[in-house]
T-cell receptor, first 115, second 114 residues
Framework: SAVISQKPSRDICQRGTSLTIQCQVDSQVTMMFWYRQQPGQSLTLIATANQGSEATYESGFVIDKFPISRPNLTFSTLTVSNMSPEDSSIYLC????????????FGSGTRLTVV | GNSVTQMEGPVTLSEEAFLTINCTYTATGYPSLFWYVQYPGEGLQLLLKATKADDKGSNKGFEATYRKETTSFHLEKGSVQVSDSAVYFCALNAGGTSYGKLTFGQGTILTVHP
């Protein structure tokens, strides 16, 4: 299965600032996915990132708040903009692992605390 | 739309007890079903999966069978260990235009005592 390196692993940020989270995959993948896990909650899909096109956002998430870049088939970034304490969550990226492989693989996550 | 419902937690068991975590789903078509595990302070790991009706996924002593007639994918383990303490998530992928997107249940916290 694919191996994902995600960074930073955690950060504490001031409200009103922005944080960019990076995901690097060890193989080329068509789609990358960004999820949010709010404290004590399940995972919610933020957006799907395809190389060469704009990301597709799920209901309740907008590009101005969560801009995404996908410059090539192995890398993506998610920015959390103009942060507030409500943005404190774990953010995870995911890629498809293929049916004959291990399903969908997740990065280790970025634990964000906004103060 | 697609949804996944897991049994309410937390679940507390003694070591070597039998574990069942219920999961039911709503989806159009024929989704693939997954169980993910999140150990304390760690990311999400795939535990097992099933891609069609009557498939049984298994890994590390855990099993789950894809039951289309009851739209269920219950997780079981015959004898839990302290090291199984974690949060367990049931998830589905509906395929088609939803390819790659996972819909998760709310998660079930499992604590196993010695």
């Amino acid at each position: 299965s694919a191996v994902i390196s995600q960074k930073p692993s955690r950060d504490i940020c001031q409200r009103g600032t922005s944080l960019t989270i990076q995901c690097q995959v060890d193989s080329q993948v068509t789609m990358m996915f960004w999820y949010r896990q709010q404290p004590g909650q399940s995972l919610t899909l933020i957006a799907t990132a395809n190389q060469g096109s704009e990301a597709t956002y799920e209901s309740g998430f907008v590009i101005d708040k969560f801009p995404i870049s996908r410059p090539n088939l192995t890398f993506s970034t998610l920015t959390v903009s103009n942060m507030s304490p409500e943005d404190s969550s774990i953010y995870l990226c995911s890629v498809e692992g293929g049916w004959s492989n291990y399903g969908y693989t997740f990065g280790s996550g970025t634990r964000l605390t906004v103060v | 739309g697609n949804s996944v419902t897991q049994m309410e937690g937390p679940v507390t068991l003694s070591e070597e007890a039998f574990l069942t975590i219920n999961c039911t789903y709503t989806a159009t078509g024929y989704p693939s079903l997954f169980w993910y595990v999140q150990y304390p302070g760690e990311g999400l790991q795939l535990l097992l999966k099933a891609t069609k009706a009557d498939d049984k996924g298994s890994n590390k002593g855990f099993e789950a069978t894809y039951r289309k007639e009851t739209t269920s994918f219950h997780l079981e383990k015959g004898s839990v260990q302290v090291s199984d303490s974690a949060v367990y998530f049931c998830a589905l992928n509906a395929g088609g235009t939803s390819y790659g997107k996972l819909t998760f249940g709310q998660g079930t916290i499992l604590t196993v005592h010695p």
